[in-house]
């Protein structure tokens, strides 16, 4: 279906006034503050209240709502105590789920910085370093949607003999192995699903950690070089050292997306064949299957799986200034 | 902080300007052609009214179903909105919740539509709407829109599972005969088999939806084997999933799909399935790679473009045949059309889409199948459509509603679809029945 601006004139016209309305808000202030003698704490508190009303409204009240459908039925309206949480730990899809998410945490922040860090250590220094980056930055570019609708092809499957469609099980075919089920077969499907992650995110990774790495004194490198380092020892004991906090923003930051990993699992195998990961879980339980208390339970269990990385993520910010 | 006064008065003109424009206007009158609106007198005049729809339904099917309505919405002055999204399921509970329902829906599921219905957001059915309902449907039909014996809505569109789809020069060149009871269709499968050939293909991708055929073939052998009695108590839990006659059931499918001698023809080993998309899994029919594929009335739009339907033509279908010659057990599915709102407008467009007009008109344009009474097979579009047509309607049909698209959506789109794709993979069929039985909710 296209967009068409006519049809959607009436949701436009609300998304103005909102805008507008809001705007009048921050305006208002802005006269207020600017009458009269300010009073630095008052003014704070005025500042500070368009944005804490609007977390208190879009953030704090969800989440506390989301908090108690947790406790309770599918219908959400009589309390079954922590049944939900008790179904989390025991049902096996959810396990699995589990499980997966697990993995998809481990692997994709570690895969991605290391592929980001080896290919931004390799073209730092080159003529072509430009183009090398926005080479890899490309798949960012892209929706997660579209990556996972891109790799689906490549991991197409036809029956041995039949013309190849996928990519990967073409060069499989050509290289005289027999062509597999490369999204269905459990558990490596999960690693296949990982992969394209990694693929989207890496881009973002090797353009920070090559700024990085370029913002390394070169009074240093070449200090070590006269010392006789050679490159591996240079890398090591120098750069790696002196990129460190960004490379924490960086694994911070994958790990933060990876937990939230919903659209890749989404379009390439609908949670399918065991690669159900907790977002996508709680999405079919509480929009497809109507369970809106497990869902509302799976919900929280994101949340405080990753509350602990944005506190650290913070703790760590916190400490480099 | 000049500049902040003067960013202020800027941004309270902007505001004042803006929200004066006031509410948003509706979209101006359409072009007007001679059209007949003598039929449509009786649904009343609603000028300047709209409803807005919400389906499954999209591109193509929602083209046909707005051009079938274009002359009630011109004659009554009612602007129809269609809105066709292809994860309507989930999504018609995020609108519900929001605040944001459609005035009708299409559900292609009793189960979901009961789940509104019992939740108080669906509207029943009107005294006129359920007159209409009576004359066009039988009880059966009705009953899949009825929850505590009120009635929510009609059926919309039907379909006809339970066919088998063949190539009519495939068994005349092997001197095979359309079978018409189970022990007969086996002797075709194992004749096709031992000439070399894999007798049966199947596809279950489907996205999220993926295993759906798998079910279906699972529903169809169970009514099959056991009658539409067991077949109800199954689909409403008065007996567990995993009992042994549902075991049987599966068996057999499975006897036949995760035997590599008998599947999956065109496309390799049995596992193979989970791969094949349910809209390319037929195709091998035409190469004569594949002899049969179980699968619905509305298979007839998948055939590559000139494939031709018909008994002595490229592709047919026949009943799946029952234990015997006598039985005619039917599997089958439907989209409901119930209502959210119960303004006249509202109304009138539900009564209309209750009317064997409806659904004539929109035969006229293109595949289609209907369970309405008044509604000639003849006209159908294509040979399939109509035996499926005939079917419905015949009286010794015994009729049985898809049982997944009943069942609690976390069983019935959920759990069975996943178990049957883990089944089909390799797991055992007791295994897979358990954990489904697993799955029902308690509450």
Redesign the interface.
């Given at each position: 279906?296209s967009f068409d601006v006519?049809?959607q004139?009436?949701k436009l016209?609300?998304l103005?006034?909102g805008i507008?309305?809001f705007?009048?808000v921050?305006?208002?202030i802005?006269?207020a503050?600017?009458r009269g003698p300010i009073r630095r704490r008052g003014a704070a508190a005025l500042l500070l209240a368009p944005a804490l009303l609007l977390l208190a409204v879009g953030l704090l009240r969800p989440g506390l709502r989301t908090l108690m459908l947790s406790f309770t039925?599918?219908?959400g309206d009589?309390w079954?105590g922590l049944d939900n949480y008790v179904w989390i730990l025991t049902?096996?899809?959810a396990l699995t789920a589990l499980r997966n998410t697990l993995t998809w945490v481990v692997l994709v922040p570690v895969l991605t910085t290391v592929v980001g860090l080896l290919y931004a250590a390799a073209v730092v220094r080159s003529r072509f370093r430009a183009l090398a980056l926005s080479l890899l930055l490309l798949p960012m570019v892209i929706s997660f949607v579209g990556a996972g609708l891109v790799w689906k092809f490549v991991y197409?499957?036809r029956?041995?003999g039949?013309d190849q469609i996928g990519l990967l099980n073409q060069l499989v075919v050509a290289l005289g192995g027999q062509p597999q089920?490369w999204?269905?077969?459990s558990p490596w499907n999960v690693l296949f699903l990982i992969v394209t992650m990694v693929w989207t995110q890496a881009g973002f990774a090797a353009v920070l950690l090559a700024g990085a790495i370029a913002g390394v004194p070169r009074e240093m490198t070449e200090a070590a070089r006269l010392d006789g380092a050679s490159p591996r020892q240079i890398f090591w004991r120098i750069t790696l050292p002196s990129i460190r906090p960004t490379l924490l923003v960086v694994v911070l930051a994958e790990l933060i997306a990876t937990f939230k990993a919903f659209d890749v699992v989404?379009t390439m195998t609908?949670?399918?064949?065991?690669t159900g990961v907790l977002a996508y879980e709680m999405?079919?339980?509480a929009?497809?299957?109507?369970?809106t208390g497990r869902g509302a339970a799976l919900a929280v269990l994101l949340f405080v799986l990753v509350t602990p990385v944005v506190v650290y993520q913070v703790r760590a910010q916190r400490g480099a200034r | 902080m000049r500049f902040g006064a003067r960013l202020a008065l800027a941004v309270i003109t902007f505001v004042a300007t803006v929200t004066a424009c006031g509410a948003p206007h509706g979209s101006g009158p359409q072009s007007r052609t001679a059209t007949d609106c003598g039929p449509y007198a009786r649904y009343g005049e609603h000028a300047g009214t709209r409803v807005s729809v919400y389906g499954p339904d999209r591109d193509r099917e929602a083209d046909l179903f707005e051009e079938t309505w274009a002359d009630f919405a011109q004659c009554t002055g009612i602007d129809v909105q269609y809105e066709g999204d292809g994860e309507f399921e989930a999504r018609i509970q995020i609108r519900a919740e929001g605040g944001n329902a459609p005035d009708v829906a299409f559900f292609p599921q009793p189960g979901l539509l009961e789940r509104f219905a019992r939740a108080s957001r669906l509207k029943p059915a009107s005294a006129g709407l359920a007159a209409l309902a009576k004359r066009g449907w039988s009880a059966d039909w009705n009953g899949y829109a009825t929850v505590d014996g009120t009635l929510y809505g009609t059926p919309l569109v039907a379909n006809v599972k339970s066919f088998v789809w063949y190539s009519p020069k495939f068994f005349r060149d092997r001197r095979l005969t359309v079978p018409r009871t189970w022990s007969e269709l086996m002797d075709v499968t194992e004749k096709v088999a031992a000439s070399g050939v894999k007798p049966w293909c199947a596809g279950v991708e489907s996205g999220e939806a993926t295993g759906w055929p798998l079910t279906d073939w699972i529903e169809d052998v169970l009514l099959r084997q056991q009658g539409p009695d067991v077949y109800d108590q199954w689909v409403t839990h008065k007996i567990p999933f995993n009992d042994p006659r549902v075991l049987r059931a599966m068996d057999t499918v499975g006897s036949i799909l995760k035997n590599d001698r008998y599947a999956n023809g065109g496309y390799g080993p049995a596992k193979s399935m989970a791969s094949i998309s349910y809209q390319e899994a037929g195709t091998p029919i035409l190469p004569g790679d594949c002899a049969m594929h179980r699968q619905a009335s509305f298979y007839a739009e998948q055939w590559p473009k000139g494939t031709e339907i018909g008994p002595d033509k490229d592709v047919f279908a026949f009943l799946l045949p029952g234990t015997d010659a006598t039985s005619r057990p039917v599997l089958g599915g439907g989209v409901f059309a119930a209502a959210f709102a119960d303004r006249p407008e509202v109304r009138a467009f539900q009564e209309y889409l209750a009317t064997a007009d409806f659904a004539r008109a929109r035969m006229k344009k293109g595949p289609f199948v209907s369970a309405n009474k008044g509604v000639d097979p003849a006209n159908a579009a294509n040979p399939v459509d109509k035996l499926a047509m005939q079917l419905l309607q015949d009286p010794r049909t015994q009729f049985r509603f898809d049982g997944s698209d009943q069942m609690p959506a976390a069983v019935g789109a959920g759990a069975f679809w996943k178990g049957a794709v883990d089944w089909i993979g390799g797991k055992s069929t007791r295994q897979v029945a358990d954990s489904i039985e697993r799955s029902w909710p308690s509450h």
């Open positions: 279906m006519v049809a004139q009436p016209l609300y103005l006034q507008a309305a705007t009048a921050v305006g208002l802005l006269v503050l600017h039925d599918g219908e009589s079954v049902d096996p899809q197409a499957y029956p041995a039949a089920q999204l269905v077969d989404k609908g949670g399918q064949f065991d999405y079919d339980q929009f497809r299957y109507g369970q | -």
